[in-house]
Structures are given as C-alpha cells and as structure tokens.
C-alpha cells in the first residue's frame, strides 16, 4: 500500500510571519480531521511561541489529530550522527581536549537543522501522519541544505569507496605508528547510511505527488527579490512550489500613518503575481493583533484557505523535462528570474553540470541522452533550452 503522507514546505526570508503560516496551515488540516504533525527545521524556533504550549525533541499533541515537534540539536546528533560523533570526539580527545569541550565541538555548523530535516522521511515512513507541514529555516539556508544530499550522491558514489579501502589498509599502521584514532568499518558504515537517509529525504521532498514548498514574503523590494532568487534554487533542485503567500497585507483604510507603506504593497502585488506564475498567490492581511494561540492561527488560516483544503496542491508542474524533437531531444528547465549571464553550463560524460549564480546542481542525463552531444543553449522566456544531437550508436 501506498503511503499518500502530504509534506509541505514552508520557507522564506527571516521575519516574513511563515511560522505563523506554517502553524495555521497545520491547525486548520487537523481541525478538519487529518492527523497533522507541524516540525521546526528552523534553529531559531517559534513554533511553541506561536500555539504558546511548550514542544521538545519528539512530536508533542497540542489539540485532537494536532502534532508539534522542536528539533533539540543535541538529542538530534545523537540519534542521527551517533557513531561518526564519537569518533571526531576520539580524535578531540587525543589532541588533549577535555570531555566537554570534545562534545561541544563535535557539533558541526548545519547538523542540527540537516537533522531536523531527517525527521521528515523517519515520520512519513512511519505512516502515523496524513499531513506532515515543516516550518523550515530561512530560505537561503533551506537550499543550501536541501542541495546536500545531491552532493553527498557524488561523495558517495565516487570517493567514499576509495576513502574507506585505503582506511582499511593504512589504518592499523597509523594506529600502531602515530597512536591516532582511525575511523573502523563501523564509522563508514554510518556515514553511509546517513547519506542514503538524505537520499530518501531528498526523493520525498522532490516527489511532485507527494510534496511542495510554499513562499512565505511580505510586500517589499528586499523580500521579494530574495523569494525570486529561492523560487529559481528551487525549481534548479527539482522541489515544486505551489504557493506564495504574500504575508501582512494592509488592508483598506489603514489610517494616514501607514498610507505610503500601503501604496508600496498595492505597487508590489501585481509584480509578485506575475513575477511567480503560473504558481497562484494568495494573501494574508495584517492583523490589529499579534498571531499567538489557536484562536488567531485559526483566524490567519481562515483568511488565507477559507473552505479549501489547506492541503491540496494549488499548483502542479515539472521544471525538468525531455523531449525528442527534429530527430534529437530537447531538455528544457525552467528557472524564472534568471538571465543568460547568470547560467553557466558544462557536460561530464552522462551529467550536465549547471551553475546559477554560486548554486550549481549536476543533472545526470536520462539514459537516452548519454550518447548525445549538446549542439547549443538558450532561454525562452523563463525556460532554459538545451538542444542534443541524435545520440550515436555503437
């Protein structure tokens, strides 16, 4: 049996409200009988802030059919890095650092929200939720790490292999020579399946039947441009988007005070639903009150999907398509709000390595392009247009 879990993804710029979007879209799911779990991937949490009732490490019930969990950075490491920890804290340890301060330092940078990331494949596998809605940390952040687990499919298939058969055979002697701690095979195995964790985390996040990412923005020229530049990384990783949601609008008759900032949003909104079509854009009023507790979360879920189901699709599409064309094929991409200056494209063997700005992803070729050789590029309107030559047969 197929597990039909719904994953969305709310992201955008620090400060923007998509806590309190994230936990307004879960309230309203739970409140109309699917079993919802809200999960934090954001450091800065605000999560409990927003339901005001505390949450920790594991998934907590805040109402009927309503789940809320708070990534705990140590708890996480633990369940998810437990055995490449301890051997960094071994080698901490034989450097002459104490106990406490080994611990502290084998806690990298990203850990915490990489693993708070790994909570979303463990919980969808486990069938208990129909709706899984992750308030996820800003979006530069939550591109960077969603574009890890391609870069550790690289890592894993072309130089893990090496790394661990020359530990296996230079080990014993550094070991017995230099009295360093040497990863065993239990380390390598541990990185290894982490990566294939990331993998699947990955592929779920990427499965247009399954989830989507939604923008959370608020009507300004600094805001907007960088959920441009986050809905572009997105398409360019092949994670769907379905929704903007423009955040804090003022409504009519706001008063004289607030009359030029007013002006600036009713400038900004045609631009924003042009800018993200065909993906729909919805908006969400500024409230006379701070969105703290069920009450105001189920007044900001109201305003924004009114009778709909907050966990539809609003938007379906695919970025990344081939097709055959004149003899050859054509791969086209679509990467809205980027120009040709900015992409930067090579071929290796059976990938095509694209560069977008300092983001670059490598697209391993459909089978049937392997034997092709790329005669040219070009965009059309937003889409990216790759041209192959009939592929060569042996």
């Known amino acids: 049996m197929t597990n039909a879990t719904r994953i969305i993804v709310y992201t955008g710029k620090g400060g923007v409200g998509k806590t309190s979007v994230a936990a307004a879209t879960a309230l309203l799911s739970a409140e109309r009988g699917k079993r919802t779990l809200v999960i934090s991937t954001d450091i ?74 790994l909570w979303i494949a463990e919980h969808h596998d486990s069938g208990e939720y129909d709706v ?10 939550t591109v960077r790490l969603l574009s890890l687990p391609e870069a ?7 130089i893990f292999p090496i790394q661990r058969r020359a530990m296996q055979i230079a080990g014993p002697v550094l070991r017995r020579v230099m009295g360093v701690p040497v990863p065993d095979d239990s380390v390598f195995a541990a990185g290894e399946e982490l990566f294939h964790r990331l993998d699947h985390m990955q592929q779920l996040l990427a499965d247009e039947q399954k989830s ?21 990384y997105f398409h360019l990783f092949g994670y769907p988007t379905d929704l903007v949601v423009c955040n804090r609008v003022l409504p009519q008759g706001s008063g004289a005070y607030f009359e030029a900032w007013q002006e600036a949003q009713r400038r900004y909104q045609p631009l924003v639903e042009e800018s993200f079509a ?11 009150r701070e969105v703290v507790g069920l009450e105001m979360l189920r007044k900001l879920g109201g305003a924004l999907f009114a009778d ?3 966990a539809r699709f609003f938007y379906r599409g695919r970025p990344y398509r081939v097709r055959r064309e004149d003899g050859g094929y054509v791969l086209t991409l679509d990467l809205p709000f980027t120009s040709k200056e900015q992409v930067k494209l090579l071929r290796n063997g059976d990938e095509l390595v694209l560069q977008v700005g300092s983001w670059r992803r490598n697209l ?8 092709a050789a790329a005669k040219g590029a070009k965009f059309e309107g937003n889409t990216l247009r790759v041209d192959f030559a009939a592929p060569v047969r042996d």
Do not use: C
Not at 364 to 371: E, I, T
């Open 44 to 117: 800065a949490h605000s999560l409990a802030d927003s339901f005001d009732v505390p949450l920790g490490g594991e998934p907590t019930r805040i109402v009927d059919n309503l789940w809320g969990q708070e990534s705990d950075v140590y708890y996480n490491v633990r369940r998810y890095w437990g055995t490449i920890q301890r051997y960094v804290q071994s080698v901490f340890k034989w450097r002459g650092l104490d106990d406490v301060l080994a611990e502290e330092l084998t806690v990298l940078p990203g850990m915490d929200e990489l693993s708070s990331l």
């Open 132 to 141: 899984i809605v992750v308030d996820a940390a800003p979006t530069g952040e």
């Open 152 to 158: 550790g499919r690289w890592w894993l298939e072309r």
């Open 212 to 232: 989507s990412v939604r923008l959370v923005l608020n009507l300004e020229k600094m805001v907007i441009k960088e959920a441009q530049r986050s809905f572009t």
């Open 278 to 288: 065909p993906v729909p854009v919805r908006s969400v009023p500024f409230f006379d």
């Open 308 to 310: 709909e189901d907050p």
């Open 364 to 371: 391993v070729l459909p089978r049937a392009l392997v034997g």
